[in-house]
């Protein structure tokens, strides 16, 4: 009996040493879980600190770099110091009221000497506008310079040949290319003094399809505009190709003058009054209006919904791209852990990694002013909670597996 009684009070001692040992197991839990709680909330133990950042250990292979004010003001220097070194394309003319236009072949002129209507151009003649179709002078006159006739030479205007060069009568073949207006029509004057009485004539351009710059992409009229005496500057191409599409990304206009490449901020002209941006055109030149499949942000992570976000007007904000994905996951989400991760696409084994700590009381400005750049990855990380519970769920099933299995094959 007394053996018995001391078999029973060891299962006890037992019993409640394993009872007390499972509280405090639970309780330590429940502190750790208490220390990484998912969501969003605010650390309020650095309200009355010194301001100093908490040290970051940095990976080996990817160093993190901590969103804090200094990050922040050093990112506004970096970029007002890459918008003030853009290279921009050389032009011919520093101002545009120096802009002078010079003839080209395939320009139709109209030539009147008066009071000599047998070398003047016809007035109601028409010319040829290729196919079936014709067009007076007096059209040609209005028709704006930003759409020039196709079709074969006007019979009637005089047509500059290939050679630069046409024919006029008692004057013979002269040089027009490369020449103004003004000064062909000196050359012609002084050509017809032999054989007139003091000539006055009057060059005009009836058509300009000499020189030209070509409009491509997410406009709504692309193709070809015709340059003419009045200087042709960027925005006015953008604009006289009916504006852009609703998808267009005027912040990366791509210009390609004599086989080199140069990106134009349109919306800096536009919004903040960069004139340097609206460069004047010459011809050969190519305009390209991507749209803004390379300039999105991606979010991935811990997010209410994972999101590709397009730049608004070449800006976006850490805050932007978690509020359009619908925010942080208030039970699965770290806030110590949003990371921006860059330079994917030119450095992909080494790209910059930053991490910005929501907990903190300047999270929210930090998150407000810390600009993203096309292509960045921002990725919310996940709870260490939230890791053990999912081990858990797929760990579970495989216990209650085996459990019923030995229950069975009692």
Request: charge should be neutral; include cysteine; proline fraction near 6%.
């Amino acid at each position: 009996m007394k053996k018995i009684a001391t078999h029973t009070f060891a299962n006890l001692n037992s019993t409640g040493f394993k009872s007390r040992f499972a509280a405090t197991l639970l309780l330590t839990s429940f502190l750790s879980a208490c220390a990484t709680a998912p969501g969003n909330y605010l650390d309020t133990s650095r309200l009355k600190d010194d301001g100093k950042q908490q040290s970051q250990q940095a990976n080996e292979t990817y160093p993190v770099h901590l969103i804090d004010g200094a990050l922040v003001a050093e990112q506004a220097q970096t970029q007002a110091a890459a918008s003030a070194q853009q290279v921009l394309p050389a032009s011919r003319y520093s101002d545009p009221s120096q802009y002078v236009y010079r003839l080209s072949p395939q320009d139709i002129l109209g030539i009147t000497v008066w009071d000599h209507p047998e070398l003047t151009t016809p007035q109601g003649s028409t010319l040829s506008a290729g196919g079936n179709t014709t067009q007076s002078i007096g059209g040609a006159l209005q028709q704006p310079y930003t759409a020039a006739l196709p079709g074969q030479a006007d019979p009637y205007g005089q047509t500059i040949a290939a050679d630069g060069t046409i024919f006029f009568p008692f004057v013979g073949r002269i040089e027009a290319a490369g020449k103004t207006v003004g000064e062909l029509r000196d050359q012609l004057s002084a050509g017809l003094v032999r054989y007139i009485r003091n000539p006055q004539v009057d060059v005009r351009v009836l058509s300009y399809r000499g020189q030209k710059v070509q409009v491509t992409g997410d406009v709504k009229t692309p193709g070809p505009l015709a340059i003419s005496d009045v200087p042709l500057t960027l925005v006015d191409a953008i604009t006289r190709s009916g504006g852009t599409n609703t998808d267009a990304d005027i912040q990366r206009v791509r210009l390609t003058r004599n086989n080199k490449l140069y990106v134009l901020d349109a919306n800096r002209m536009l919004d903040q009054g960069d004139t340097t941006q609206n460069v004047m055109l010459q011809n050969g030149d190519v305009i390209n209006v991507p749209d803004h499949s390379d300039s999105r942000i991606f979010v991935m992570g811990e997010v209410k919904t994972p999101i590709q976000v397009p730049m608004l007007k070449g800006r976006l904000t850490i805050a932007d791209a978690l509020t359009q994905s619908g925010g942080i996951l208030d039970t699965d989400a770290n806030p110590r852990q949003i990371f921006v991760m860059r330079g994917m696409r030119e450095h992909p084994t080494t790209p910059d990694v930053y991490r910005l700590d929501m907990t903190q009381p300047d999270a929210i400005m930090l998150s407000s002013q810390f600009q993203l750049q096309p292509m960045d990855v921002v990725y919310v990380g996940t709870a260490a909670s939230t890791t053990f519970n999912r081990v858990l769920q797929q760990v579970l099933p495989t216990i209650q597996t085996l459990f019923y299995l030995k229950q069975l094959t009692k």
